[in-house]
């Protein structure tokens, strides 16, 4: 079924134990992925366990089985699909007729059209909910981005939200992955709420260091090897730019993910791009335009299970966090240099 506007916020907060499948899709990919990850909270600080479409594409009743087991370790969990897309569509249709449900399903995806079998499974059955994101701007983007702070316990004013919004390129994941950052700065929360004021953003916010620590992970991406080395000569040794350097890769290949699976249903370069509208920033246009054009979605798939893992080592492990990044970000820069 569709969701209200008016009661969606509701449905993601308290989620119904009825709903087992949540589909967000729409222009806006990075107001899906913002409600996507409010709802994990809902659900209990649920944990992402990923799931690529194509391999529910190629075995259907899979995807139920999945949802059915009972997590290893306990605690709450969601299966997380991206990008997903009418490939899906028999493995969820099968996930809404098991007789239980262990696990939330989450599917993320792009623009879908009206006769999407995805889109009208989910409208239709009522164990499915469904929103469709349509990017916000201006004065729209100025009340998320409000919204997203009282939700975080911070007072933000319209001029302040105004910036928060261009510093973000009126991208809602990371205006609210900032906003939490500022609360935890301040010690906010809903209950104890604080105002935020130019100073807090002045001292913590991304725009320029996010730049820096995304730069690494680009000239990997793009393959470009000397600079790629240089780079990280430059680093300061014994640092800790391991987690932060890996995390902004992650972001730019969940972001390249569903543009790249438009592109391969179909969906002209050229359009895609211009689809993401003020979501991507003006100066990174032309790069992503470039990696979308050499990355396949199963390169971004494994480029991003393998940064993912060595997140984990990195935080678990007692592995040298400067020599395991500069060996996965010279790995990357080859399988980029081989998908020319």
């Known amino acids: 079924m569709k969701a209200a506007k008016a009661t969606l916020a509701k449905a993601l907060e308290r989620p119904d134990s009825a709903i087992r499948f949540y589909l967000f899709h729409g222009p806006d990919e990075s107001g899906s992925r913002a409600l996507a990850i409010q709802l994990l909270k809902g659900l209990g600080d649920a944990e992402k366990f990923i799931v690529l479409g194509q391999a529910v594409k190629s075995d259907p009743a899979a995807l139920a089985d999945e949802a059915g087991a009972m997590a290893l370790f306990g605690g709450k969990r969601a ?10 569509a028999e493995g969820v249709a099968a996930l809404l007729d098991a007789p239980a449900s262990e696990s939330a399903v989450v599917a993320l995806a792009g623009t879908l059209r009206k006769t999407s079998a995805l889109l009208k499974l989910a409208e239709a059955h009522p164990a499915a909910l469904s929103h469709c994101s349509y990017v916000p701007e201006g004065r729209d983007m100025e009340r998320v981005i409000i919204d997203l702070g009282l939700s975080a316990g911070l007072r933000v004013t319209p001029g302040l939200a105004q910036r928060l919004a261009s510093a973000a390129n009126n991208n809602q994941a990371i205006a609210a992955q900032e906003l939490e950052k500022f609360a935890l700065f301040l010690g906010a929360a809903p209950s104890s709420p604080k105002e935020l004021d130019h ?16 730069r690494l992970g680009d000239l990997a991406l793009a393959g470009r090897m000397d600079e790629l080395l240089d780079e990280l000569s430059r680093l300061p040794r014994g640092g800790s730019e391991a987690i932060p350097i890996l995390r902004a890769l992650q972001r730019r290949l969940l972001m390249m993910a569903p543009l790249r699976a438009r592109i391969e249903r179909g969906e002209r370069i050229d359009a895609v791009m211009t689809s993401m509208g003020k979501a991507l920033f003006w100066k990174d246009k032309p790069l992503v335009q470039r990696l979308l054009s050499t990355w396949p979605a199963h390169r971004l798939a494994e480029a991003a299970a393998r940064i993912s893992a060595l997140e984990r080592q990195v935080m678990l492990s007692p592995v040298s966090d400067e020599a395991a990044l500069g060996e996965t970000l010279i790995m990357v820069a080859r399988a980029a240099a081989r998908n020319r």
Request: net charge negative.
């Open 199 to 214: 100073g807090t953003v002045d001292l913590l916010g991304a725009d320029a260091a996010e730049g820096d620590l995304m």
């Open 79 to 88: 299966i997380w699909i991206e990008p997903a897309g009418d490939e899906i």
